[in-house]
């Protein structure tokens, strides 16, 4: 059976809100195990937590196994990706409102600005990325209040991902978006 992978982003979590439920029940009637956990200390991500806590829930992921990740949560697979045995393969990654920069208007105060800090400035092995899948689609908004559009050309150079640009969908806060739905069928040939 196919398993989608649900992380959500900073401040966030597994509930069925938002699109998270509106893809749970989508693909679960479509035929795939979907999961989805509350990821440590929500609202202070820390890489290593993270990646970690992924681990834990996760330690053998395989070419049945796909992720959908949201805002922070795109960088927490990528660097799950990034620390798997190197005979691991995955069956590919829908990022949504992905980032490796933020805008300046994301940051309320100088804790978020630090919080977020070392997810901007540790770097990724992207080719250790790769070597896992070289199944990436990377959806993006052209309002989004975060994500700066340069980052659209980043998940391309370095990920080699299909970029996908949506029109006034913010920072995908809401409850439906098919195109999200409708990629993840792709890459899973369903």
Known sequence: MKKIILVHGWGGDSS?????????????????????????NTN??????????LKEKLPNPDKDT?????????????RYLEALDENKEVGGCVFVAGWFNLL???????????????????????EKVKSHTNNFTA??????PFV????????KERLGAKTIL?????????????????????ITDK
């Open 16 to 40: 069925d809100e938002g699109w998270f439920g509106y893809l749970r029940k989508e693909l679960e009637e479509k035929g795939f195990e979907v999961k989805a956990w509350d990821m440590p």
């Open 148 to 155: 700066p559009l340069v980052d659209i050309d980043l998940f």
């Open 44 to 53: 202070y991500p820390r890489i290593g937590e993270w990646v970690n806590f």
């Open 104 to 126: 300046e208007e994301t940051y309320e105060n100088d804790e978020e600005r630090e919080i977020a800090k070392p997810w901007i400035e540790k770097k990724i092995n992207y």
């Open 139 to 144: 959806i993006f908004s052209d309002n989004d």
């Open 166 to 186: 949506e029109s006034d969908k913010g920072h995908f806060d809401n409850s439906e978006y098919p195109v999200i739905l409708n990629e993840i069928l792709k």
């Open 66 to 78: 796909y992720f959908i990740g949201h805002s922070i949560g795109c960088q927490t697979i990528m």
